[in-house]
């Protein structure tokens, strides 16, 4: 399995980026996918999160006012979509996937079996 995050940048506070991920070795359409954060310093922390069964999709309460999570089950993708950033935002972003097996525990990095290899997000004051 690999998952290759990108999309990341500088950005102005205010600003909008959208991170892809893109899996492979996957049935995608069968694949939970996440989105987590580090910044320097801190424990890594849950974002985002979108089932492969329809409609369910978790947003980690501080963001979800400006930040949706989709997919694109054609191009084995999954995008976090983020607006209104602050530097509070900036970290490294990465992308996770889980076998089809498992259940809840959205938020847990130990709930996620695979890992891509971050990509950095910094917001400028």
């Known amino acids: 399995v690999q998952l290759q995050a990108s999309g990341g940048g500088l950005v102005p506070a205010g600003g909008s980026l959208t991170l892809s991920c893109v899996a492979s070795g996957v049935t995608f359409s069968r694949t939970d996918m996440g989105w987590f954060r580090q910044a320097p310093g801190k424990e890594r922390e849950f974002v985002a999160a979108?089932?492969?069964?329809?409609?369910?999709?978790y947003v980690w309460t501080s963001v979800k006012d400006r930040f949706t999570i989709s997919r694109d089950n054609a191009k084995s993708t999954s995008y976090l979509h983020m607006s209104n950033l602050n530097p509070d935002d900036t970290a490294v972003y990465y992308c996770t996937s889980r076998l089809t097996s498992r259940r809840g525990d959205w938020n847990k990095v130990h709930a996620y079996d695979y890992w891509g290899q971050g990509t950095q997000v910094t917001v400028s004051s």
């Open positions: 979108i089932s492969w069964r329809p409609d369910e999709t």
